[in-house]
């Protein structure tokens, strides 16, 4: 099973017509490099600003191969109980009690309740689980959230694609899944791991580029509004922003603008719905300036 899932992606274009029929819209370096983590079995380290389609392209990877997508959130303090296993606590003293009393069965006695019927999987261990028949998509989103003991514990996994446990040993994939690794880039990402994987920068798109995608995920957008918007967001990229409006936002706000029966740009619209494109009130407030006017009737003409 495998096997034919990535013989079915013999060339890059196969790669990038697969994406594409997903609605995501990657360039030629970007299907090349997710061919090669498909066909060289390697994890994929993803980085750019937020919004820009790295989590994505998790999601359209697991659609392409017709398989299951675990996702692992990272934050600050994520630790192996929430990210790898833990042990049925409950469960595991029911089965003493039981023991205790004498109303368990001699075979259920002999049982360790540091035993595999006894573990709870989280995402890392599920994504090795021996038990996989297809190997999944993992994705192990915002790795610069956590910690360095949290990336230094990954170590393993992205080498052998095994965990050990003290209790049981080491458990090993059969079918290896495979793994999308995101960063924001908040901190910077060890070179030990960096080095067991394939990298890839995602960069805010081109205006045409955007405007492919717009167009590609929202074809029902009137033509006008959808490059005016892009107009809009590429002029926002280039001022000093806390945080700059990525691929994501542009859409959501275009949807907003939908929602409003919107076919192109108007200032008293486009100040009220700020909040869909901008996340911080002094960035809503520097675009909302007096500029805004000048802004709009310049992307009007280009449009």
Known sequence: MEQEQITKFSTIEQVQKAMFAQSYVADRSLATT?????KRRKPLLLEGEPGVGKTEIAKVLAAMLHTKL??????????????VYEWNYTRQMLHIRLMETGESHRQEELKTIFGP?????????????????TPPVL?????????????AYLLELLSDFQITIPEIGTICAQEPPFVIITSNRTREIHD???????????????LEKEFQIIMTRMPEAPLRLARQVCLFVAELRVLDLFKAPGVA?????????????QSELVEGTVRDTLGALLKYQDDVLKVGSNELTKTLHKIRGAS
């Open 34 to 38: 997710v061919f090669l983590a498909l």
């Open 70 to 83: 675990i996702r692992l959130q990272c934050y600050e303090g994520i630790d192996v109980s929430t990210a």
């Open 117 to 133: 019927d006894f573990l709870m999987q989280r995402p890392l261990l599920q994504a090795i689980d021996p038990a996989n028949t």
């Open 139 to 151: 994705l192990i989103d915002e790795l610069d959230r956590s910690d360095e003991e949290f990336e």
């Open 192 to 206: 030990a791991l960096r080095r067991r994987c394939l990298y890839y920068w995602i960069d805010f798109p081109s």
């Open 249 to 261: 936002e542009t859409l959501d706000w275009l949807s907003s603008l939908l929602v409003l029966h």
